[in-house]
Nanobody
Framework: VQLQASGGGLVQAGGSLRLSCAASGRTFSSYVMGWFRQAPRKEREFVAAIIRSGGSTYYADSVKGRFTISRDNAKNTVYLQMNSLKPEDTAVYYC???????????????????WGQGTLVTVSS
């Protein structure tokens, strides 16, 4: 599967953005989807994940209550709605996909075989 992330940009603190990740192929619904981010000089970190049916979601504590992950399997797209953005949310955001579901690993980058190119989110104070 090929992934294309979009929707990043510059926003003031307290603002909102919605990221999208479009996937190629006919089997999108069989993939677990995740969002990760990487700030300058920091390791890539987990943001959110959603299972194939969209019935279960997972969030990093730092974004819980502010970000919402969702998916539209008919459109082969996963979304990340980001509200109440903070300067510390500034990073390149990546979407990721994998066919397997290992809930103990879902927050780790190594769980995912496929990655998009990233989209930059900058939150000004």
């Amino acid at each position: 599967v090929q992934l294309q992330a979009s929707g990043g940009g510059l926003v003031q603190a307290g603002g909102s953005l919605r990221l999208s990740c479009a996937a190629s192929g006919r089997t999108f619904s069989s993939y677990v989807m995740g969002w990760f981010r990487q700030a300058p000089r920091k390791e890539r970190e987990f943001v959110a994940a959603i299972i194939r049916s969209g019935g279960s979601t997972y969030y990093a504590d730092s974004v819980k209550g502010r970000f919402t992950i969702s998916r539209d399997n008919a459109k082969n797209t996963v979304y990340l709605q980001m509200n109440s953005l903070k300067p510390e949310d500034t990073a390149v955001y990546y979407c990721a996909a994998d066919r397997s579901l290992i809930t103990s690993m879902i927050r780790r980058p190594t769980h995912y075989d496929y990655w998009g190119q990233g989209t930059l989110v900058t939150v000004s104070s």
